[in-house]
Structures are given as structure tokens and as C-alpha cells.
């Protein structure tokens, strides 16, 4: 290597910017055709589109919300780093789907819920569902942050863009359009920006591939170095990346994503019918299969083009996210327009996971705290501005977090980490109240307080311990044989006095980041259910059975205590409806409408009885 980052920021010409403004400029008119010239937004338009949506925006959508800029850059800076057993992480997708699909969406979709929240005050207690929603907003605003300041970040240094510029790029215009244009706007943006995403990245490392000597000169430079390590089940839950760690691990990680969390239910209920939703999920698995797979074998092609150089102790960046930004730029450099492609890439990928986020962080606050709580009588069209001004102000939460954001280092880690210690409990509390039907609210409620102290206690412990030397990441290792023309420095050091050495950190500290979920979500569910037997159990026969896994309904039969599940249920709901038609004059029951016989019953339309007749 003997380009320096000047010369590549100069290379990011007119061009590239005029690319990847193109890119926002889309993002924006798509925003303001479902603000101004679609149907007028009710409340429901504006958070679940209507229920409108079919099979491939949802599918684009569900690729879009997480798999964002923190893949597409901190991927391949992950195997460039620690070697491409990371890809192993893409079979624990193949459990997640069906999960999600058949074991977790079906209780969501029955119950037809805003707020995925809502259900914990129905198996539970209106207390869980509003500590579940808390802890939510807290997870999904840290999460935004980062997405938000990891690209800008990473660009900055080898594009010459400013980083609070970038930042506020992305901030400003996803709040345009998804306060303006709704769920319909964000789903539909995000279907082009995903097709954004894979665009660029797939011609980035199929160029870098062939100018490095092809495919196959690329595996034998990382099986050389160790890189290509394709699979290790070591089974010390310590060790950082194993096939436990990726492939266990990695499904409670993504099954708190795709199954409970309220971007993504969200996005689930917008649909048409259920089978679109499951259809989405299945498109869904193969995207981010092959999504993972490139990013990995992308940081197979950077460390094959920089196997005698290592941009980083070279001086050329200071931190492995930004080694692929530097790739593309000395890749794709003398192409004019490519970069900027790259770049739009990247920040397609911020935009729809905060585009995502707003939306749902709206939808939480209007149903959880405001219409459930402070002000249960707004209006319709209260409730559709409010929502829009709850996207401007999480909008502006998340630009002022990115200050926070920037002490976190590693991007993928820290990213997954604030998953596992917030979306594990979470996800707990969720698969205690589908899954075990005697658990009670008190158990709940304290199984998930409990979870939550104890996994942002090895949370924070894992930080300090880094910070003090305590925990040091190994990186494979790089050469410098090839540099030529530049500085050479070495990695930073932790400073430690002479004469004290930061002695071993506590085990627990020291667990693989991958199993913070599993280590949350088992938490509640242990806690939970011994306060539960402390307390009393839940009488299951006044469980409402739209509350518990279809698993739950298929092995009632085999499991002990499930005798007359759900006789005893009463559905308030039903009850005021009952009420309501007995007293109306001419009509017995004027009140059950084909959306509730949709709600009862599955895809009913007046259109598909009489077709049937």
C-alpha cells in the first residue's frame, strides 16, 4: 500500500456525492408521496400501513431493520480481524425463521396487536407490559445511536466526510420521511435501500476479488494466516466466537429480533394475510443468509488485498471499521460514481434500521403509555400527530445518544452485547408467558428485574475489565512487510504502572457476548418460575389460549397440569361487545364486523364467503 487517506478522500469526487444524494433524495420522495399524495393517514395507516402490505416489501423490510450498516462494515472487519468462522452465525438464521414463524408470530397475529407490549398485559399484568416497553425504548435508542454513528464514523476518515454531518444526514432525513410518510414509507424505503445494500456490496468484493487474483488466491492468503478457520467447537463458553457461541448463541441473539421485538412484529401485522407474514419471513432467511455470507467472505478479500500491509498499524486508519470503507475506496477509487454507490449502500442501511426503530418507538409510547395509561380517550387524529411528533423526538434522542455511542468501540460486538443484556430479558419474559402457563405476573415482573441487574452487571463488568486490561482481544496476525511510503505505528496499549499487572477478570465478565441473550432469557425464566411456585401458580384454566405458543396447544395433551386449559377464560372484550348487541333494537349483534371475524377466525373477507357459497 502506498496511498495515504488524503489521496483516497480525493477520489470521492462531484460525482459520488451527486450518487449518493440521489439515494436520499429517493428516500425522501417516498416520503412525501404516502405524506401528501397517498389516502389520508389515520392512526393505523400511519403505524401498520393499513394492513395492507404484501410479501416483498415486508421481506425487504425485515432484511433492511437489522441487518444495517453495522453488517455491511463491522463483518468484514470481523473476519479480517478474528478469521471467517464468524460465518457460522447465518445457520443459526435457519432455526430463528421457523421460530419466529410458527412458534412466536401466530400468538401476535391472533391477538392482533399495535404493540407487541400489549400482550404482556394480557397473559400478564399491565405492569410487565410497561417495563417491557421501557426497557425497549431504552434498548432501541442506544441501538439507533450506534447505527447512526458507526457509518459516519468509519466514512469520515477515508471519504473525507465530516462525521456530524453524516450523522445528521442520517438523523434529519429519516425523521422527514417516516414522520411524514408512515410505516408505508419505511417499509417501501427500505425495500430499495436493501436492494442498495446487496447491490453495492456484491460488486465491491466480487472487483476486489478478481483484482487480488480471484477467488481462489483469496482462500489460500487467509488459510495461510489462520483466517480460514471454518468451524471450532470449543466448548468453553468464554471463548468469543465457537460454533456454540454463532450457532446457539447466535438463535437466541436473532429470536429475540425476529420473534418478539416490536420493529419487527410491527412490520408482520402490516400485511394483508398471516401466510404473507410467514412468506416474509422464509424470503427473509435466504436474504440475510447470503447477506452474511458476503459480508464474510468480504473480510476474506480485504485481508487478501492487505496481507503484507495491515491498514491499521500501518497509521492508514485508526480502528478496524473503517478498513472496509478504505477497501472500497482503493478499490473502487478510480471509478467514478462506484464509491458513491458504496456510500449510499451504507447509509441506506442507518436510515431504514432508524427509520424502523422511529416508527416502532412511536407506536410503543402511543399505545403503552399514552392511550393504556395517561390519556386512554385520544382521539384519532390526536393520536396520529402524536405519533408523528414521537418520531421527531426519539428522531432527536438518537442523534443526541451518538455522543454516547462513540465510547462503545468495537461496532458489531456492541451492537449484538446491548441486545443480548436488554433483548434477552425481554425475550424471556415473552417465552415465560407462551410458554409456560402456570408462570404468574409476580413472576414475570421480577424474573425480568432480576435479568435485567444481573446481565447489565456482566455487561458493564465486561467494559471495565477491558478498559483495564483485565480482557484483551486477540487479533489474528497481520504483516507489515509490504508497506511502503507510510508511517508505521503499532496498535494503541493500555498503560499500566510499573510494578501492578490488571490481574484475571471475574469468569463471568470474561463470557462470550454471544450468550448474553441465552444467559437473559433463561434468567427470567429460572426466577420466574420459582417466585411463581414461592407465590402460587397461574390457574391455567383462566388463561386466555390466544396468549400461549401454538407448541404450548399441540403438547397439551403430554404436558402435566393442562387439564381444562383456557375453560374458565372470560374475554372482557367479548363480553362489553355481548353486552353492547344484546341492548341494540333489530340487530343481534351489530358489532361483530368482518374485522372482527378476521380477528376471530383468521383471512375472513365477505368476498371469500361467497365465493365459498
Known sequence: MTVSVTELADRFTWIDYMVFGLMLALSAAIGIFYGCFSKKQDTKEFLMAGKSMTTFPVAMSLIASFMSAITL???????????????????????????AAYLYFPVFYKLQVTSAYEYLEKRFHRAVRWLGSFVFIIQM?????????????????????????????????????????????VLWTDALQTL??????????????????????????????????????????????????????????????????????????????????????WVNLVGLFVLMITCSFGGMVVYAKYYDC???????????????????????????GLPGLFVAGIFAGALSTVSSGLNSLAAIVLEDFIKSGCYPGISDTASTWVSRGLCVFFGLITFALVFVAEQLGNILSAALSIFGMVGGPLLGVFTLGMFFPWANAIGAFVGEIVSLIFMFWIGVGHQVARSSGQIKLVAMPTSIDGCQNLTITEPPFIYVPEGEEPGEALALYRLSYMWYSATGCFTVII???????????????????????????????????????????????????????????????????????????????????????
Open 141 to 185: 435508542s442506544l441501538y439507533m445511536a450506534i447505527v447512526v454513528y458507526a457509518p459516519a464514523l468509519a466514512l469520515a476518515q477515508v471519504t473525507g466526510f465530516d462525521v456530524y454531518v453524516s450523522v445528521s444526514l442520517i438523523c434529519f432525513v429519516c425523521i422527514f420521511y417516516t414522520t411524514l410518510g408512515g410505516m408505508k414509507a
Open 310 to 336: 495491515d491498514p491499521i498499524r500501518a497509521g492508514v486508519v485508526t480502528k478496524g471499521d473503517q478498513l472496509f470503507p478504505l477497501f472500497v475506496m482503493d478499490t473502487l477509487g478510480q471509478w467514478k
Open 196 to 281: 442498495i445494500m446487496y447491490a453495492s456490496m456484491m460488486f465491491v468484493i466480487i472487483k476486489g476479488a478478481v483484482d487480488v487474483g480471484g477467488f481462489s488466491a483469496v482462500w489460500e492468503r487467509n488459510v495461510e494466516s489462520g483466517r480460514a478457520q471454518l468451524i471450532d467447537f470449543d466448548p468453553d463458553p468464554t471463548t468469543r466466537h465457537t460454533f456454540w457461541t454463532l450457532v446457539i448463541g447466535g438463535y437466541f441473539t436473532w429470536i429475540t429480533i425476529y420473534g418478539v421485538n416490536q420493529a419487527q412484529v410491527q412490520r408482520y401485522l402490516s400485511v394483508q394475510t398471516r401466510q404473507m407474514a410467514v412468506n416474509a419471513l
Open 527 to 613: 426466577v420466574g418460575m420459582l417466585v411463581t411456585l414461592v407465590t402460587g401458580k397461574q390457574d391455567v384454566r383462566a388463561v386466555d389460549p390466544r396468549c400461549l405458543s401454538p407448541a404450548v396447544m399441540w403438547f397439551k395433551n403430554w404436558l402435566p397440569g393442562l387439564n381444562g386449559l383456557g375453560e374458565d377464560y372470560i374475554d372482557e372484550e367479548d363480553e362489553l361487545r355481548e353486552s353492547k348487541s344484546s341492548s341494540s333494537f333489530g340487530n343481534t349483534n351489530p358489532s361483530f364486523t368482518p374485522e372482527m371475524m378476521e380477528k376471530t377466525y383468521g383471512d375472513y373477507t365477505p368476498e371469500k364467503e361467497s365465493s365459498k357459497l
Open 73 to 99: 462494515l463491522g463483518t468484514p472487519s470481523e473476519v479480517y480481524q478474528f478469521g471467517f468462522i464468524y460465518w457460522l452465525i447465518g445457520f443459526s438464521y435457519i432455526a430463528v425463521m421457523p421460530a
